[in-house]
């Protein structure tokens, strides 16, 4: 099956002095929210650095992207990596998924991420919603917002039975959300 993938824990406190990390995917839009991601990202890097950003796309906005993250001093933490073969690949290294979108489709990114078995950060814009139920399967904030979404992301990096707990959850939504497509 499409979304079949062996159920993870997370015990981030395992191994402390390893970074964790945090993923985006999507093109560099207006639309998929990646300026409020780095947002949110400097606001968790005031509070903490044992993470790494990998934002994974490209496109027009790649500049604006690239120009927030220098004024910003977040080279050392963001990784622009753009488009990838198989960008689900970077599911297996990350411990959260981000989707900042300000506006959406289906969200195929936040649904593959979810039946990966990847604890899920996401803006409660309407599409994301029908996927995500707050604090059940993942962690909604509100869009555009990046101090709740840095909260909601330290609430998961500091909570590793909450990150396993949503994560196991997502994936059962992604596989149930995938059975109501085929059938």
Not at 3 to 21: D, G, L, M, V, Y
Not at 158 to 168: C, G, R, T, V
């Amino acid at each position: 099956e499409q979304f079949e993938t062996p159920e993870r824990t997370f015990n981030f406190s395992a191994f402390p002095n390893q970074k964790k990390i945090i993923i985006s995917i999507g093109a560099f839009d207006d639309k998929k929210g990646h300026i409020d991601a780095l947002r949110g990202i400097s606001c968790l890097r005031e509070k903490r650095q044992d993470f790494t950003y990998i934002l994974i796309g490209d496109g027009p906005k790649k500049g604006d992207l690239e120009k927030f993250i220098a004024t910003n001093r977040l080279d050392d933490v963001v990784n622009l990596a753009g488009w990838q073969d198989n960008p689900a690949d970077t599911h297996a290294i990350a411990h959260i998924f981000l989707a900042p979108s300000r506006e959406e489709g289906l969200g195929l990114a936040l649904l593959e991420a979810m039946a990966s078995g990847l604890p899920i950060v996401a803006s409660d814009i309407p599409p994301h919603k029908e996927l995500v139920t707050n604090n059940k399967n993942g962690l909604l904030f509100p869009v555009g917002d990046g101090v709740k979404m840095a909260e909601k992301m330290e609430l998961l990096l500091e909570n590793s039975d909450l990150a396993s707990s949503l994560a196991l959850a997502a994936r059962t939504t992604a596989r149930d959300f995938s059975e109501d497509i085929i059938y």
